[in-house]
């Protein structure tokens, strides 16, 4: 399957509510499909029960975090190569994401065009025949 060409969900993990309804709205409004997540754990039982293209990842959050996430992702071969991107407000640990093996990682407050730009390298629009 070529990059772009993946029928899932993109799955938002973001614990504020906010933001992450801003990046639903924003994708939807798109035509991508989403799922949504506030933390890590979560996250995972979504990651489980559905067919994700993407993550989109913050890393502070309660509960279980994106390092722990990503952790327990890469655990977990049904799961382990789906792509992820870290969205962090902390631009140093946005640069230490790259040791979590992730495709990218992007600094809050999120370039909209960037963020879809990555969104369509790893998913289609749900409309997409």
Not at 22 to 45: C, H, I, N, T
């Amino acid at each position: 399957m070529a990059a772009g060409d993946c029928r899932g969900s993109v799955l938002i993990v973001e614990d504020d509510d906010d933001v992450r309804g801003a990046l639903v709205a924003y994708l939807e409004a798109e035509g991508y499909s989403v799922l949504e997540a506030a933390d890590g754990a979560d996250a995972l039982r979504v990651l489980r029960g559905g067919t994700v293209c993407l993550v989109l990842l913050d890393l502070w959050m309660p509960n279980m975090n994106g390092w722990e996430f990503r952790a327990a992702q890469a655990k977990e071969p049904a799961v382990a190569d789906v792509p992820v991107v870290v969205i962090s407000a902390d631009h140093a640990a946005a640069k230490k994401a790259a040791t979590l093996g992730v495709v990218a990682s992007m600094t809050k407050p999120v370039e909209l065009p960037q963020l879809l730009d990555y969104v369509a390298r790893y998913c289609a629009p749900a409309g997409a025949a």
